[in-house]
């Protein structure tokens, strides 16, 4: 028998496991399954944060929507034309005469 191939059963029996210098196969075994836990941590808490970063990304979508049409309502209710309207339906009329600019001046103290 070679070694390659015996160095194969011992793989498939597990006697490399239970054999005298088991220990050191031992440790490399609990090293490669800690090695495999942590990847497989790592790897949940990104998909975690990539469902994070979509749900966030979809809600400022929905609040920016929300802001442009507040204010494309907000400037329809600025027209002048609208305001004009609603004082009409509340029995105000606009003025004839247009406004005047009062001017204070402040007084100096002596």
Known sequence: ????KKSIYSI????????????KNWKWI???SVLAIIMIAS???ADKKVHEIKRLTNEVKEMR??????????MNLKLESVVTDKMNKKGLESSEVPPKKIKVK???KN
Do not use: E, Y
């Not at 028998?1 to 390659?4: E, T, V």
């Not at 929507?65 to 204010?71: E, I, L, T």
């Open 1 to 4: 028998m070679g070694l390659m």
């Open 12 to 23: 498939l029996k597990g006697t490399f496991l239970v054999s005298d210098d088991a220990f």
């Open 30 to 32: 609990i090293f490669i």
């Open 43 to 45: 790897s949940h808490s």
């Open 65 to 74: 929507s929300a802001f442009v049409d507040g204010r494309s309502k907000l």
């Open 106 to 108: 402040p007084q100096l």
